[in-house]
Each structure stands twice: as C-alpha cells, then as structure tokens.
C-alpha cells in the first residue's frame, strides 16, 4: 500500500483488516517515535540537515524487518515499502540537499541489500492530492508533524507520481491506481473491484 503522507493508508488497512481478515502490517510509527528513549520522526522533521541519515537507516531497517516477520496468511498487507523508502524519501531529501553524496550512496547500498529480501507482489496507490494529505495530517494531530507543509507534500507527491505513474524508478511489481481523494469506504470498494481481477481476491470476513 503506497502513496503520500496523510493518503490514508492505515485507516485503509485497518478498515480492510476487519472486513477481510487479512494480514496488515502498518509502518512501525511507534519505533520510529520512541526509538530506544528518542523521537527519531520528530528530529527528522525538525532538523533534517542533522538527522535524515540516521532516519532513513532506521526506515530501512525497521520496514525489513517486518517483512521479513513470518507471515500468518496467504496474503499479507503492508503500509509502504523499501522501494518507496529509496524513490520517493530517500530522493526528496537529496533533492532538498539534506543528504549528501555519500550519505545518499550509503543509503543506496542499504536498500540494495535489504530489497532482496522484501519483495513486492502487487502495489495498490492511494493516489491523492496534496491538499486532501494535508487536511488529513491536520485532522489526525501528530505532534511529529505539525510543521510539515503543503510544499513538503507537493513535493512527495511528484515522486510518487514520477515513480509509480511515469516509471523513472525502477517500479518492483504491477500498480493498481485508487482515487484516495474519496471518503475510506468508497476507497475500499473500488480496490475490492480491482482485485477481482487479480489472485489476490478475498472473501469478507463470514
């Protein structure tokens, strides 16, 4: 499941998981919180000159190993992935020169040796403006993202468009666009009609 900040990917997957029963994993926001006593999402927002590097290491390998988790089903969920991590994260904060060359090239072997290992079978993107994301942030109210910025998810959103839409990085398995610009319920009976066409279809829960 993959798109921008605040597209609503974990009201989707918590929706979808009481509907289908199947195995989600949402991003581990909690570590990345309160990694051994410190608020690494915080000190990435507030100073990512200091702090994008560390950051981005530990979005590595804190989404690997969760992939790497053994499953409980046939079919299992996650909220983003490594490749988002590397095409879209990891670009912005090149672009915005909060990473140099070195830093940026450490961070690209990392994902190279992580990937292998988390592989990706179908990519549903919750396509949503920039606008719609910003409106969401401000209504769920984390303290981590109070300065974040219409700006900041233009930006973000151009990369998951370069990425998933224009191919300009390499894209790991077949994309299923959603309209996330609609309310969760919509969303979640327009990706149920997409994977009928799929084998990743699942009955609702009896």
Request: hydrophobic share 35%; aromatic share 10%.
């Amino acid at each position: 499941m993959e798109g921008n900040v605040g597209c609503g990917k974990s009201t989707f997957l918590k929706l979808f998981n009481a509907r289908y029963g199947v195995e989600t994993i949402q991003e581990p926001l909690h570590e990345w919180c309160d990694f051994r006593g410190h608020d690494a999402l915080a000190k990435a927002y507030e100073n990512p000159e200091k702090y994008a590097m560390p950051f981005q290491t530990l979005v590595s390998m804190t989404l690997a190993k969760r992939y790497q988790m053994p499953s409980t089903a046939n079919v299992r969920y996650t909220e983003r992935s490594l490749f988002s991590a590397r095409y879209c994260f990891t670009e912005h904060l090149l672009d915005k020169n909060h990473l140099d060359d070195f830093q940026y090239d450490v961070l690209d072997a990392l994902f190279d040796t992580f990937k292998k290992t988390c592989p990706v079978d179908l990519i549903i993107y919750l396509r949503t403006s920039p606008e719609t994301c910003l409106r969401r942030v401000r209504e769920r109210n984390r303290n981590e993202e109070a300065s974040l910025t219409l700006d900041h998810l233009k930006d973000l959103h151009k990369l998951h468009e370069d990425w998933l839409m224009d191919r300009k990085f390499p894209v790991p398995a077949d994309v299923i666009e959603i309209d996330a610009n609609r309310d969760t319920l919509q969303i979640m009976e327009q990706v149920t009609n997409m994977l009928k066409n799929t084998s990743l279809f699942l009955s609702e829960k009896k």
